[in-house]
Nanobody, 119 residues
């Protein structure tokens, strides 16, 4: 299984960040996997942002829930993160990852993509 993040490296404040994770070697609809977005801001630890389940159900970090949306494109085997009203504090490396069930260890990660929020 391989995961690959893609999206803009630079986003202006107040805009919406959109990142795509393309999955190969596995399906986003396969029981019972969960597909997550995780980020790491400078000087901070990893922060789970949210996940979409094999069923299409979504789960969000309460601290980001008002600004976060995760969806999927089953035709292209992708899942998408949208983060609205970004600020410079949203700068960091964004990762997508898979877990065998909700709350389990992540068994596959993307390489990560740097996102900078700056005018």
């Amino acid at each position: 299984v391989q995961l690959q993040e893609s999206g803009p490296g630079l986003v202006k404040p107040s805009q919406t960040l959109a990142l795509t994770c393309t999955v190969s070697g596995g399906s986003v609809t396969t029981n019972y996997y969960y597909w997550s977005w995780i980020r790491q801001s400078p000087g901070k630890g990893l922060e789970w942002m949210g996940a979409i389940a094999y069923s299409g159900s979504t789960y969000y970090n309460p601290s980001l829930k008002s600004r976060t949306s995760i969806s999927r494109d089953t035709t292209n085997n992708q899942f998408i993160l949208q983060l609205s009203s970004v600020t410079p504090e949203d700068t960091g490396v964004y990762y997508c990852a898979r877990e065998a069930t909700f709350g389990a260890q992540y068994d596959y990660w993307g390489q990560g993509t740097q996102v900078t929020v700056s005018s």
